[in-house]
């Protein structure tokens, strides 16, 4: 059974920062890719950014290159986003996901396995 946790949501203010967390059990996160994957009201889910092979393959979508960054504790089984220069139209549900195999998908429907999301409100 895959189980993962997000943490480190909040309320922050326009151009601050947060870092989320997102642990595994279940499941060793180095043998596969990992994705963090945002909803806003009213809209759909989209890809925010993956990593894959321990963290040697990294992709983001183009709304936050340059200001978030995605990385891997290999020995803490943890994935984590780093959140800078947060904008208002960053808020959002984010969620983390896995999936089977270490292709590193930016289609939320490849993924098979989600946490429950952490809210993130940035202020303006």
């Known amino acids: 059974q895959v189980e993962l946790v997000e943490s480190g949501g909040g309320l922050v203010q326009a151009g601050g920062s947060l870092t989320l967390s997102c642990a595994a059990s279940g499941r060793s996160f180095s043998n596969y890719a990992v994705g963090w994957f945002r909803q806003a009201p009213g809209k759909e889910r989209e890809f925010v950014a993956v990593?894959?092979?321990?963290?040697?393959?990294?992709n983001y979508a183009d709304s936050v290159k340059g200001r978030f960054t995605i990385s891997i504790d290999n020995a803490k089984n943890t994935v984590y986003l780093q959140m800078n220069s947060l904008k208002a139209e960053d808020t959002a549900v984010y969620y983390c996901?896995?999936?089977?195999?270490?292709?590193?998908?930016?289609?939320?429907?490849?993924?098979?396995?989600w946490g429950q999301g952490t809210q993130v409100t940035v202020s303006s």
């Open positions: 990593l894959s092979w321990r963290g040697a393959v990294k």
């Open positions: 996901a896995t999936r089977g195999t270490t292709i590193a998908s930016t289609r939320h429907y490849d993924y098979a396995y």
